[in-house]
């Protein structure tokens, strides 16, 4: 109560401004009608039983949650969304670090190959697809290369790791840029203090500018693991999440029960875990963050 | 002590670093090379040669003869425009309310905006596609846009921006008898065509390359955009893989280019917005 009586004079000197608020209308209906709303629409639709047409026919409460746990194929999907995030978002960190470890000294020149680096941060999933059917294919580049004869799109053994490292590739521009942001901000005086102690450099980059770099470092296993639940196209162009759901992962199961199969709500089930998997990862980011990022 | 390197050892140093990165592009370049080969000479080659003993057009010509390439393109390039329209009215409107205006209610409204972001648009992915086609949007260009006319990165670049301006700029334009929305269109809009103009070029490499959305929404080959009709390319002519590359080359060539004219900002644009969230 008696902060409302601090606080009404104030209001009423200075004159009700409706422009903000104005302003903040689109905003708030876009927000509600295509985040909020939706979010709320899919859990919903998540406890029922829906039509061809996503119509809600029947509420079955955990049914459609208690089905998808049972099965056998509801796990490898889930495994393998796991899988597919720890290669990306591991694998795309070393490769990218080995890069913008040896471009980290700013030297007159560095601007061709940084751009080279980073370019395939610029492809979209379907032309690169073209290209890793072109590498992957029985007669393609990989077993040409290494005279092998393996069904790296078709053989259940392969087909999550090709198209984790096609992933891998086109996420490694962005990871580097950060990266090398990180690393250049490093500085100098530290680095010449190692060098007098008597660090070579690979030592320098692990006890010193690794270290330094640790909030990017960070961000940039995160970003590449949240990043990895998200991809799609390469899935879907590449194996169709097959042999047997064998690639598939959680985003792809969305795609295959609600648009292929309109079982939406299975989708929406699958929506919620995917929901709860990234949620649960950002979480953990932002509590890892805390404890283990090193800031000055 | 060494520390001094010689020219010799730099330009070593720079060829090395060189050959990595073109070794990390090769997937690309060989895409480019084999584009341009015959299909007998792709099938007849035994193991992997960097050049096309002849270089040919023909798997170029097939795919602007046979695909609507350029209606894909043309569909691309408003995809674009009518998105990035929208985020710069609807972002900038946004930014502007929370940087310049105290209100009742600002950090619940602000709050809301934060959230949205933890619901990432896959996992409503769904019931918006549900919710749009009862509207009757599927196929059209409204549709294929809808759910991307703002971002909260934008908003909060925006904002940002907003928020750096000084505070006696606001003080003057008032006593000039200038209004919250006229200080918003003539003074405070025009001064971020900077970083305005940095958000178009980083978002023509997100917008270019969407594809679920897209994928939903058009059923039309006349709506299509680049990266759907890429993806049927691949039906199309099933096992030519000349023809592939060609599609895929054409796809990339513009945006690879938008890239590295404007990486400055694209870079720039990508720093500021992440490490700090």
New interface residues.
């Given amino acids: 109560m008696k902060k409302k009586e601090q606080i009404q004079p104030m209001l009423r000197r200075r004159r009700f401004?409706p422009?903000?608020?104005l302003?903040?209308i689109?905003?708030?209906i876009?927000?509600t009608?295509?985040?909020?709303?939706?979010?709320a629409?899919?859990i919903y639709?998540a406890f029922t039983l829906t039509d061809q047409?996503?119509i809600p026919k029947k509420w079955v409460g955990l049914d459609n949650f208690k089905f998808l746990f049972s099965q056998s194929d509801f796990w490898l999907i889930f495994r393998n969304t796991f899988v597919f995030a720890a290669i990306v978002g591991f694998g795309t960190f070393l490769i990218a670090m080995f890069?913008a470890a040896?471009?980290s000294d700013e030297?007159p020149?560095n601007r061709?190959?940084q751009?080279?680096?980073?370019?395939?941060?610029?492809?979209?999933?379907?032309?690169?697809?073209?290209?890793g059917?072109?590498?992957y294919?029985q007669?393609g580049?990989l077993n040409?290369?290494f005279h092998t004869n393996i069904l790296w799109l078709t053989d259940g053994k392969w087909t999550l790791y090709s198209v984790a490292f096609l992933t891998i590739?086109l996420r490694?521009g962005?990871s580097f840029?950060?990266l090398l942001?990180?690393f250049r901000a490093v500085s100098k005086e530290v680095l010449e203090g190692a060098?007098i102690d008597g660090a070579g450099p690979v030592r320098r980059f692990l006890k010193v500018t690794l270290p330094l770099a640790s909030?990017?470092v960070f961000?940039v296993v995160f970003?590449n693991i949240t990043g990895s639940?998200?991809a799609?196209?390469q899935i879907?162009?590449l194996t169709g999440g097959g042999p047997y759901h064998k690639s598939e992962t959680l985003?792809y199961s969305?795609?295959r029960t609600?648009?292929l199969q309109t079982r939406?709500y299975r989708?929406?089930a699958y929506?919620?875990v995917?929901?709860f998997v990234?949620?649960i990862m950002?979480r953990i980011q932002f509590f890892l963050e805390k404890k283990l990022v090193f800031y000055k | 002590m060494k520390m001094r390197r010689t020219t010799r050892e730099k330009i070593i140093g720079f060829i090395i670093r060189f050959l990595i990165a073109l070794l990390f592009l090769s997937p690309f370049f060989l895409s480019v090379s084999y584009s341009f080969r015959t299909d007998t000479e792709i099938m007849m080659t035994k193991g992997v040669t960097l050049f096309p003993r002849k270089a040919v057009l023909e798997n170029y010509v097939w795919v602007f003869k046979h695909v609507a390439i350029f209606t894909y393109l043309k569909n691309s390039m408003l995809h674009y425009i009518m998105i990035m329209g929208a985020q710069i009215i609807l972002c900038s409107m946004t930014a502007y309310a929370f940087a310049m205006f105290e209100f009742k209610g600002k950090k619940i409204l602000f709050n809301l905006i934060l959230f949205s972001m933890m619901i990432p648009g896959e996992v409503v992915l769904i019931t918006n596609f549900l919710q749009v086609q009862s509207w009757g949007l599927a196929n059209t260009y409204l549709g294929m846009v809808i759910t991307a006319l703002i971002s909260s990165l934008g908003i909060f670049t925006l904002r940002q921006f907003y928020m750096s301006l000084p505070k006696d700029f606001k003080e003057a334009a008032t006593l000039d008898g200038c209004g919250d929305i006229g200080f918003w269109l003539r003074i405070a809009l025009p001064l971020s065509v900077p970083t305005i103009a940095s958000m178009a070029i980083y978002e023509f490499v997100t917008i270019y390359n969407r594809y679920m959305w897209p994928l939903l929404m058009a059923n039309k080959e006349s709506m299509y955009t680049i990266q759907i009709g890429m993806d049927m390319l691949k039906g199309a002519e099933s096992d030519n893989l000349g023809v592939i590359l060609a599609g895929a080359v054409i796809c990339i060539v513009p945006v690879v280019t938008v890239f590295v004219i404007g990486q400055k900002y694209i870079i720039k644009g990508m720093v500021s917005g992440g490490v700090k969230g």
């Fill in positions: 401004n422009t903000p608020y302003m903040l689109p905003a708030v876009f927000f009608t295509f985040t909020f709303y939706p979010f629409k899919s639709l047409k996503g890069f040896i471009c030297k020149g061709v190959y751009t080279m680096f980073a370019i395939p941060m610029a492809i979209a999933s379907a032309p690169a697809s073209a290209i059917m072109f590498l294919k007669s580049l040409q290369l590739w490694i962005s840029i950060f942001v990180g060098i909030p990017q961000f970003l639940f998200k799609f196209g879907k162009m985003i969305i795609y609600g648009i939406f989708a929406c929506s919620l995917l929901f990234i949620f950002t």
